[in-house]
């Protein structure tokens, strides 16, 4: 290494500097000074996250404001009229293996809000 602190400059395969190594490792440098802080900001969890379980959400409050619990019904109505729709296809024999499937989806959720909503 140079006296200087820095690294020799790469060369090319004669040995010399290209010309073109310049400004592709000025646009580099540019490119990671620019996305430093974009990733710096990125990797901060958000404050409804678990920091141990980034990746996980917490758990929904134990009472519901009015608002989320108009939502809630209107999206429990809205699942338990597909559901309604779906089991009397599956009983006329119409629904395939995917429309099943989707049934059985379609029920799960709508207990799931069924319980959400009984809190």
Request: no cysteine; net charge positive.
């Amino acid at each position: 290494m140079p006296i200087s602190g820095r690294s020799p400059p790469s060369r090319g395969l004669d040995g010399r500097l290209s010309a073109h190594h310049i400004p592709i490792m000025k646009n580099l440098m540019i490119l990671a000074a620019l996305l430093l802080p974009i990733s710096a900001a990125m990797a901060q969890a958000p404050v409804d996250r678990n920091p141990a379980a980034p990746y996980r959400f917490s758990p929904p409050p134990r009472q519901l404001d009015p608002v989320d619990r108009g939502r809630a019904e209107l999206y429990r109505d809205q699942l338990r009229q597909s559901e309604t729709r779906r089991e009397q296809l599956d009983g006329q024999g119409k629904l395939d293996t995917l429309d099943r499937r989707e049934l059985l989806d379609t029920r799960n959720e709508s207990r799931r809000m069924d319980r959400t909503l009984g809190r």
